[in-house]
């Protein structure tokens, strides 16, 4: 890994050499944090209790639930990322390192129910579980890039495109397409039928910087200008990360009824059996896991937007775009239509349409937003604020919302960026 | 200065955000099967007494067997186990006859001047020699043969030859000891011609002669010669002194090699009535122990000849060595696979007899060279010892009566029951009697009781079947190898009556009749190892009527209450294919115990549904439910059930594939996070 990284550096070491020596040279160098955590369906108050802790309440659990569609999706970054951002003329390159930490859950409502109160008052019914997943990421994402302006009959039309190391770390996923959970009445039996593709990365490698798994990403963006308007087309991150074979893996595709374990002799009960029984059962799992190595997607961003300046008293300039995101639950077929349709359906995530104001003030940028969709698929409220003008500090948070509707809210925003421009 | 001040401030805002994570918690209430079980009518039935038998249809009859006993007839062949006692007195000890010759010549009777007077092969007339011996001693040396003897019989004989050419007259001689003078004979003969023998002797009884001895030549006169005679000087008088056909109470001698007893005898053993002809030895061995008084050593020769094996009979030799304090040699042989005759001595007069042994005793006198002092009084003293477990014996057992007294058994049939009425439409109680024996058998029960030791309630097999005599056939034997062909005999009674009672104990008591009718003229035969074997089988068909019959049944178990889950309630889920409704009563008991809880209490348990055969048509489903409360350690759980055939006023018939569908499902009570 080391080697990679060192490698990287010294590739990108000529191209800072050489631009230093221009005096069109513009050098930025920036850090990025950004804390996100978004669902459409679960509360903050879910959130901090699972996070904050302390006893839930039927009152909670209810009111959490009542919430609650048919599926359901969390979906959650934490990451810090350095960059540095040089343009020489036509020519602009890119150096970043980030450290991510990707978290996206996909459950249906009765999951939640089972999970939060159990199965005794859901005698006779049948519980669906299907789409569920869990997906828990770390890796750190070292990025390269370069763009280039080029003149198309007046029009000026800038590439850009970057290159991306994937270190892995950890990856916990947890895939089922289709399972349903059913409890008879006194509980004489239960009916379990799931498919499930499970993956962990290996636990005895849980540094945080471990290597665990390499993979690549790809970045594209055209931007250009129409008249007084900017359009840019983007797509960011699409990559994936190659776990080791160090890792388990665990697949399984059965229907299970479980009427307890059998015992020859019930009058001579003993919980010894049990134990012995669900060791037995136990082993069975351990047997059907091995180990494998496997793929995993990180959430690629798809996009359009347009900028255009404004002559209102309010805003000096806004930006429509829209951002999809990709990132299929697995690597289960070929690249083709449905594979792409997949991946926009896997990832929880609506079109995100948005709004951005510009409204210079003295002392800072104000940066409203106005959006709908996402993986709250709810109609947010962002406002980013900048203070100075040529070394830069932003604060931001996309959902406003949540400041107002406090516990209820869906999602939590903030992110920070500090930029020291040279 | 300014902007990294804002800076600063943004992030320790940032990361004094920090907030102390706790593991949230809630509780979640899980409906989960812990156990399945089907039990089928086998299942609760069955123990390690009991089986369970099913016909063709699967009408189940339960079958309790139990061996009564291996009834030991060992007194039928009961061996005598010393062959008496030998004692053999010396009183015939054999002493070769004793013979001393003493030659005295003619020149030494005339001395040197008698030889000049007579010289050799002169012929010359001999004068009138009166007195020409006169208490001549002549030493008698007898320690070649003994040391002293003193006789109780036996002769001193004297023969005396007259070798010279001149009669010799008025010869006396006498014999005394040596050392002390006493006489022990005197022989006078008035006249010995010449070139003859003369002859005398006197008894020994009552004497005591030592080796030393003097013959005194008290007086010979040499008569004239008729005419002239060659005078020879080497002509000589001989005497020969004999002790023979001796007798002695008291000896010191060198004994000579001799057998000094010889018993041949027939032992009579004792087996009652019984008439043995052939006993095979599995195990067995004789010891023979023998002890002398002799100074000397002795040896015994034991042999039986009653007692073959691949056709030699048995043979000891057994050497007696001096004992000084009346100790005994003991010889111990092997008689493993030997044969004993019991018909008597080969050949014997008035033809074979029975439970007779021949056996053969010898008892000899070993020569050392040495002189030994025997006594009259020594003697031989031996005995015999036999352990034999018979392989088989073969002859006319006897006729003998047998008490068969079996205090009580114990019966688990229905150790579980509680309590409750019981009527069975019928049970068969069989005794089966297996008789290995080469003799025929009667039994008759003197008693045959059953017993409920809580109720104290006793019911007897009643008079029709007490009295009765059950004639038992002789086992035989067939082919070269004599295989054994026990014969099996049932007894039988109907029992429904005496089960009723839900006995726990069987009380009986016997005769067996040995050759109630005689011998018979199939050799009789017995192999003490199997002799009658008596067992009780009771086939109780389940046809029955149960007013509540309640079984109780005590597991030891080992179910602690998990920390981490918390048991709120447990679910019975009964799938009853058995027409019998049930009272339900579960109760759980710690270590000490001290009752916990009761988990079910009086819960019923419906039948299943019947039709007009009162067949099962059809099961039911009951759910029992019960909170459960305890926090301790279960380590026994005390089931009680009281049952009722359904409908309770008829026989119902129980089938194989009547059976329950059991569940335990639990509630839990989980607090995740914690």
């Known amino acids: 890994?080391?080697?990679?990284?060192?490698?990287?550096?010294?590739?990108?070491?000529?191209?800072?050499?050489?631009?230093?020596?221009?005096?069109?040279?513009?050098?930025?160098?920036?850090?990025?944090?950004?804390?996100?955590?978004?669902?459409?369906?679960?509360?903050?108050?879910?959130?901090s209790r699972m996070l904050g802790g302390g006893f839930i309440s039927d009152t909670q659990k209810n009111n959490w639930i009542s919430k609650l569609s048919e599926n359901n999706t969390l979906f959650s970054e934490f990451s810090n990322n350095i960059s540095y951002n040089r343009i020489s003329g036509k020519n602009s390159f890119s150096f970043s390192v980030a450290d991510r930490n990707l978290a996206r859950i996909a459950f249906t409502g009765d999951l939640m129910k089972v999970a939060l109160f159990g199965n005794y008052n859901y005698q006779g019914d049948t519980l669906l579980f299907d789409k569920t997943n869990l997906n828990l990421t770390r890796f750190q994402q070292v990025k390269i890039g370069y763009g280039r302006e080029f003149k198309i009959q007046d029009k000026t039309v800038k590439v850009s495109t970057a290159l991306s190391y994937l270190n892995g770390n950890q990856h916990l996923s947890f895939l089922s397409e289709k399972a349903s959970f059913y409890t008879a009445p006194y509980g004489t039996y239960n009916d379990l039928e799931y498919d499930i593709t499970a993956f962990a990365t290996d636990t005895a490698n849980f540094n945080y910087f471990e290597n665990n798994g390499s993979g690549v990403a790809f970045d594209f963006e055209l931007n250009f200008q129409l008249k007084e308007k900017k359009y840019s087309i983007y797509l960011f991150d699409l990559g994936y990360i190659n776990w080791k074979e160090s890792a388990l893996k665990y697949n399984t595709d059965t229907t299970y009824s479980f009427k307890g374990f059998e015992i020859d002799n019930l009058l001579e009960f003993n919980d010894s059996l049990l134990e012995k029984e669900a060791d037995q059962y136990l082993e069975d799992i351990y047997l059907n896991a091995k180990k494998d190595n496997i793929k995993s997607y990180i959430p690629a961003n798809f996009g359009l937007k347009i900028e255009a300046p404004l002559n209102d008293l309010y805003f000096n300039k806004y930006i429509f775009g829209v951002n999809l995101k990709w990132q299929p639950y697995q690597d289960n077929m070929l690249l083709s239509l449905e594979k792409i349709l997949q991946g926009f359906y896997e990832s929880g995530y609506s079109p995100y349409f948005y709004l951005k104001t510009y409204k210079q003030y003295k002392g800072a940028l104000l940066i409203p937003q106005i959006a709908i969709g996402g993986y709250t698929q709810k109609l947010s409220f962002g406002l980013t604020t900048q203070f100075f003008k040529k070394s830069t500090l932003q604060l931001g948070c996309q959902h406003l919302e949540s400041v107002f509707k406090g516990k209820d809210s869906n999602a939590l925003s903030v992110y920070l960026q500090m930029r020291l421009k040279f | 200065m300014k902007k990294i001040f804002l800076i600063t401030l943004a992030l320790i805002s940032l990361l004094s955000c920090k907030h102390e994570l706790e593991r949230p918690s809630w509780n979640t209430e899980l409906l989960l099967p812990l156990v399945n079980s089907e039990i089928n009518i086998k299942d609760i039935l069955i123990d390690s007494t009991l089986n369970v038998h099913e016909d063709n249809d699967g009408f189940i009859s339960l079958v309790y067997q139990q061996e009564l006993t291996n009834i030991n007839l060992d007194t039928i062949l009961y061996v005598k186990d010393t062959l008496g006692v030998t004692k053999v007195v010396l009183d015939s000890l054999n002493f070769n006859d004793i013979s001393i010759t003493e030659t005295t010549r003619l020149g030494e009777i005339l001395g040197p001047i008698g030889r000049i007077a007579f010289p050799h092969q002169s012929t010359m007339n001999i004068p009138n020699m009166n007195g020409i011996i006169q208490d001549n001693n002549i030493p008698v040396d007898a320690s070649d043969y003994f040391e002293s003897m003193t006789f109780y019989k036996g002769f001193l004989a004297i023969s005396m030859y007259n070798g010279l050419p001149t009669e010799l007259a008025n010869v006396t001689i006498q014999l005394a000891d040596a050392v002390n003078n006493n006489q022990i004979a005197s022989f006078s003969f008035s006249s010995i011609p010449p070139i003859s023998h003369v002859y005398d002797s006197i008894p020994l009884a009552g004497q005591t002669i030592n080796k030393d001895l003097i013959a005194i030549l008290s007086n010979i006169d040499i008569m004239a010669s008729n005419g002239p005679v060659i005078i020879n000087h080497w002509d000589a008088i001989v005497l020969d002194l004999e002790i023979k056909d001796i007798g002695f109470t008291d000896a010191t001698a060198i004994f000579?090699?001799?057998?000094?007893?010889?018993?041949?005898?027939?032992?009579?053993?004792?087996?009652?009535?019984?008439?043995?002809?052939?006993?095979?030895?599995?195990?067995?061995?004789?010891?023979?122990?023998?002890?002398?008084?002799?100074?000397?050593?002795?040896?015994?020769?034991?042999?039986?000849?009653?007692?073959?094996?691949n056709g030699k009979s048995f043979t000891s030799a057994n050497i007696i060595p001096p004992s000084n304090n009346g100790g005994f040699t003991s010889y111990d042989y092997n008689l493993d696979g030997y044969d004993i005759d019991l018909t008597g001595q080969n050949g014997r007069y008035g033809g074979d007899t029975i439970n007779t042994i021949y056996t053969e005793f010898f008892a000899f006198v070993d020569s050392s060279g040495e002189l030994v002092n025997i006594n009259q009084n020594d003697s031989f003293y031996s005995y015999i010892d036999l352990n034999i477990i018979p392989e088989y014996a073969k002859g006319y057992l006897g006729q003998d009566t047998i008490d068969i007294t079996v205090d009580e058994i114990e019966t688990s049939i229905f150790r579980n029951v509680l309590s409750g009425e019981l009527d069975l439409e019928s049970a068969k109680l069989t005794f089966n009697i297996t008789n290995y024996l080469g003799a025929d058998l009667q039994i008759k029960f003197d008693q045959l009781n059953m017993f409920n030791s809580i109720t104290s309630i006793t019911e007897s097999a009643g008079f029709d079947f007490l009295s009765q005599f059950h004639t038992i056939p002789r086992a035989s034997q067939f082919g070269e190898n004599n295989v054994l062909a026990p014969t099996f005999t049932d007894i039988k009674l109907d029992a429904a009556q005496m089960l009723?009672?839900?006995?726990?104990?069987?009380?009986?008591?016997?005769?067996?009749?040995?050759?109630?009718?005689?011998?018979?003229?199939?050799?009789?035969?017995?192999?003490?190892?199997?002799?009658?074997?008596?067992?009780?089988?009771?086939?109780?068909?389940?046809?029955?009527?149960?007013?509540?019959?309640?079984?109780?049944?005590?597991?030891?178990?080992?179910?602690?209450?998990?920390?981490?889950?918390?048991?709120?309630?447990?679910?019975?889920?009964?799938?009853?294919?058995?027409?019998?409704?049930?009272?339900?009563?579960?109760?759980?008991?710690?270590?000490?115990?001290?009752?916990?809880?009761?988990?079910?209490?009086?819960?019923?348990?419906?039948?299943?549904?019947?039709?007009?055969?009162?067949?099962v048509t059809e099961s039911t489903t009951s759910t029992l439910s019960a909170n459960y409360n305890n926090s301790g350690k279960i380590r026994k759980i005390i089931t009680v059930a009281s049952f009722n055939t359904q409908p309770n006023n008829r026989f119902i018939k129980i089938y194989s594939d009547y059976k329950m569908d059991i569940n335990m499902s639990a509630k839990l009570r989980k607090t995740i996070g914690n």
């Open chain 1, 1 to 47: 890994m080391s080697k990679k990284i060192y490698f990287l550096i010294l590739t990108i070491i000529p191209f800072l050499a050489k631009a230093s020596d221009t005096t069109l040279t513009k050098n930025t160098i920036s850090w990025n944090s950004k804390i996100n955590l978004e669902s459409n369906a679960l509360t903050i108050d879910f959130i």
């Open chain 2, 256 to 309: 000579p090699e001799q057998r000094v007893a010889e018993i041949l005898k027939e032992h009579y053993i004792d087996i009652g009535s019984a008439e043995i002809e052939k006993i095979k030895i599995d195990k067995g061995s004789v010891r023979v122990n023998s002890t002398s008084t002799l100074p000397d050593t002795g040896r015994i020769d034991y042999n039986i000849p009653s007692l073959t094996r």
């Open chain 2, 500 to 615: 009723s009672i839900l006995p726990n104990k069987i009380e009986s008591e016997l005769k067996i009749y040995l050759n109630p009718f005689g011998p018979t003229t199939e050799i009789g035969f017995i192999y003490p190892e199997q002799t009658l074997n008596a067992g009780l089988h009771l086939e109780i068909p389940l046809s029955l009527m149960a007013n509540n019959l309640t079984f109780i049944d005590t597991n030891i178990v080992e179910i602690s209450q998990n920390n981490e889950v918390e048991i709120e309630k447990i679910f019975l889920t009964i799938n009853n294919g058995i027409p019998f409704d049930a009272n339900i009563n579960v109760m759980l008991y710690d270590e000490l115990d001290n009752l916990i809880d009761t988990l079910f209490n009086n819960q019923l348990l419906l039948s299943a549904k019947v039709d007009d055969n009162y067949l």
